[in-house]
């Protein structure tokens, strides 16, 4: 480290750079199904827009090593924020043009890119600037930092929008079309000043970063590397079971989550709940968030008291089972705000409880191995590949089945998610002191026992 790393406090820039990593995100991949559904879009092309935005998410292992090689860590963040500063103030402005949508289109396409750089480089200065005892001291507050950025988006500015849209444009809240440009455009400006104002703030306090002791030297050696990573990968005992699982495991999610947001918006008369952007702002992107973090701490300590082999059934419960909420919601379309709430709260308590087992299974299952990195981005990159697809279809088959067929269908995509579980293969096994016997290095003959 140099000195200048030593003395600036990682509380100076952890938080903000993974605050400034969820605000891109989840405008990108969340908050746009709700705008596009605000500007009048339908739900076939506004889940499947915003879906097929998760693409360069889901790909970054691809590209991570390339932006390794040159300048420094920093240097990539501060570029890429200030990119994103740019690009939003772009889409502020292209949004007073008459036909606006494809311009829009391309720049979030560009700006998805961009976003998936800022989260390479940003997690490489915390890994790198870090030593083993600070990163786990500050893990939490990165997680944190993380979360508040979703919150801030899906309930702040979702809000911020609707209110502006109401109250200073005097428009119908539960009314389509392009009315909603302005209040959207005052959104999307603000978050490039906030982009600006982040950049600047981590170019005085994020520390550079240093390279990894395998950072590759040239293209040529990033490239087999690479190769070399995916090689082994599909080496691993039991692979394609586990390759299933991350697929699988989490499919009925993917076909939900656009469309139970389109739900909460749409007018009662097309079976939607017809919440305003307000509403669904507190509603979903507060009380949901907060239930989902408090049930990823209960899944945790499940995990930990049972073990994940003996959890994972009822893991899978969690994720799937409650989905059936949004059927009842559909079915009643409750007006009770209350009501609403506890739905949407049950739906994400259990989906967070749920999903720890989701990634702990990625990590001492399919990632432990020579590039154990590299490999739990793969499972990763295949769970998001899962969410883009599914969410690319799941608002054009909504349409066709309705409301309460979806969800009926939704349920029914859970069956493959208890299959797999039956079916996904533990290996290495885990004593109760946290070590584990790893057998991995037996099967591919190039893999490291290090989990």
Not at 87 to 106: E, N, Q, R, T
Not at 110 to 115: A, E, P, R, T
Request: charged letters at 10%.
């Amino acid at each position: 480290m140099t000195s200048k790393q030593k003395t600036t406090h990682p509380l100076y820039w952890v938080p903000s750079g993974y605050f400034t990593m969820a605000l891109t995100y989840n405008m990108l991949t969340a908050a746009a199904v709700v705008m596009f559904s605000n500007i009048g879009m339908d739900n076939a092309r506004a889940a499947a827009y915003a879906s097929a935005l998760g693409l360069a998410y889901t790909v970054k292992p691809l590209f991570a090593a390339f932006l390794e090689m040159y300048k420094t860590k920093k240097f990539f963040v501060l570029l890429s924020q200030f990119i994103l500063a740019a690009g939003f103030i772009c889409v502020a402005l292209v949004m007073s043009l008459p036909d606006y949508v494809m311009i829009m289109l391309v720049l979030f396409w560009v700006l998805s890119f961009v976003g998936s750089a800022q989260d390479i480089t940003t997690d490489g200065v915390y890994v790198t600037s870090l030593d083993a005892k600070q990163q786990a001291l500050f893990c939490g507050w990165q997680s944190l930092s993380w979360n508040l950025g979703k919150l801030a988006m899906m309930s702040v500015m979702v809000v911020l929008s609707g209110l502006l849209h109401q109250h200073v444009f005097k428009h119908d809240p539960h009314v389509s079309g392009p009315e909603w440009t302005s209040s959207w455009q005052i959104v999307f400006a603000l978050m490039g000043g906030i982009m600006l104002a982040m950049a600047f703030w981590h170019m005085k306090f994020m520390p550079d970063g240093s390279r990894a002791e395998n950072t590759p030297k040239s293209p040529a050696e990033a490239m087999s590397t690479l190769w070399d990573a995916f090689v082994t990968f599909f080496q691993k005992r039991g692979i394609w079971v586990m390759i299933g699982f991350a697929l699988l495991f989490r499919v009925s999610f993917g076909f939900l989550n656009a469309p139970s947001m389109l739900f909460m918006k749409d007018a009662v008369l097309n079976g939607g709940l017809a919440l305003t952007n307000q509403e669904f702002g507190i509603i979903y992107g507060t009380f949901g968030l907060v239930a989902l973090l408090i049930g990823s701490l209960v899944g945790g300590a499940y995990v930990a008291k049972k073990g994940l082999q003996k959890a994972i059934f009822p893991l899978c419960f969690c994720v799937n089972v409650p989905n059936v909420t949004f059927l009842i919601l559909a079915i009643y379309q409750p007006q009770n705000h209350m009501l609403i709430t506890a739905g949407v709260a049950i739906e994400q308590f259990f989906f967070g409880i749920g999903s720890v087992g989701f990634m702990i299974y990625l990590m001492q299952q399919l990632a432990p191995g020579k590039y154990a990195t590299t490999h739990y981005a793969f499972g990763t990159a295949l769970m998001g590949l899962c969410m883009m697809l599914t969410g690319m279809v799941s608002g054009a088959l909504q349409q066709m089945m309705g409301y309460i067929g979806y969800f009926v269908f939704v349920m029914a995509a859970t069956i493959p998610s208890f299959i797999i579980c039956w079916f996904a293969p533990f290996h290495i096994k885990h004593d109760e002191d946290g070590s584990s016997d790893n057998d991995e290095g037996k099967e591919t003959g190039t893999a490291s026992s290090t989990a």
